[in-house]
């Protein structure tokens, strides 16, 4: 088997080079992946084609995941899997790596400061309209997101991602270029589907607050005893038990962990456990067009979160709020493309949102927003 820091030191200049890594496990591909549209409820359009013919189908138990909802766990990995948010699928054939030392690389430096693409007052506004049309009766929640934008003063996509496994790792990293595209470099936290042997688990993400050293403990429980963050979890969590039920045996979706905390360098989350057995023959387009795009990052009810979406941002989300994982024949896994940045030559886009309610504030959701940014600045020294 071939050691992650050999593998990207003989390909880093590849066209096409995908890479996941995380909870002890890396996963990588070479070759221009195939693409196609992704069907999802919502914000994508078309049709996947059949999975079973891309040897992709449930199937009777194989692999075991050890704990899907924390980290990577793929065993013999045959596709590496990616999906815009707006509609358009990506594939490449995978194969798994021995997790080694990571190669040299300069750290990358900023040109200028991340720039975000509206203010804080503009921002509030924003939450302000959200909250005006939950009154109304139109919505219940709505996750709003906020583009920052930079260019490198030196450095490539590769070295940007290398940087980020080193100063912030994700449990859910990922890292995919492919030609005539943007770079994805993700350090996601949140697993949005986990499949093995005929079970199926997702994890949202609902509540934040920033991680400040020697205040863990403090922060932590005013976190757990927010109101607000834990009606938020909750809506999603009944949004995802709904989402999973398209797929699942009767009676068989249960949730397994209503919140609990997950800790990363720089934020604290709130997390829920959601889990179901799947109906027999159960495929991966199945999967997407039950639950895709997460709910996590649309809202409640999903289609009308996903309109309200595209007027208040104003432009796509590319790969932002999709999916990318691994997948084999009897067992899979997506994680949800937050905590992500395309790269596209010397220019750099991240995006971090957070879920309006009825008990959203301006200015604290601008802060969430930017406590999300923080750890992906970080590795140019946290200028935003």
Known sequence: MIHLGDFLRVNAGD??????????CAVGSLGAPASRPARGDGACSGTVEDPRRAGLEAGAPGSTLADPRRAWCPTNPTT?????????????????????????????????PFQSAWDAAVHAAKVEDIRRRIARGDCYQVNLAVPFTARLADGDDLAVFLALLRTSPGPFAGFIRRPG???????????????DAGRITSSPIKG?????????????????ASAKDRAELAMIVDLVRN????????????????????????VHHLVADISARERPGTTLEDRLTAAFPAGSITGAPK????????????????????AFGWSNATAGQLAVAIRTAEIHGDRITLWAGSGITADS?????????????????????GGR
Not at 88 to 109: C, E, F, G, H, K
Not at 303 to 322: N, T, W
Request: aromatic share 8%; charged share 20%; with cysteine.
């Open 181 to 195: 595209r943007p770079t994805v470099v993700s350090q996601s936290p949140e697993n949005f589907l986990a499949w």
């Open 80 to 112: 590496i899997l990616q999906y815009d948010y707006e509609g358009t699928a990506y594939t490449a054939p995978a194969q798994s790596l021995v997790v080694s030392p990571l190669p040299d690389a300069p750290v990358p430096r900023l040109a200028s």
């Open 361 to 381: 504030d301006g200015p604290a959701e601008w802060d969430e927003v930017q406590a999300k940014a923080a750890g992906f600045a970080a590795m140019f020294g």
């Open 15 to 24: 066209p096409a080079l995908a890479i996941l890594h995380g909870g002890g």
């Open 303 to 322: 289609k009308m979160a996903i309109s309200i979406i595209r007027e208040l941002e104003g432009r796509p989300r590319g790969a932002y709020c999709g």
């Open 243 to 266: 989402d999973l039920g398209r797929l699942a045996l009767p009676g068989s979706v249960q949730v397994d962990a209503p919140a609990r905390l997950l800790d990363l360098p720089y």
């Open 208 to 224: 934040t607050r920033r991680r400040i050293l020697g205040r863990e403990d403090t922060t932590r429980a005013e976190l757990l």
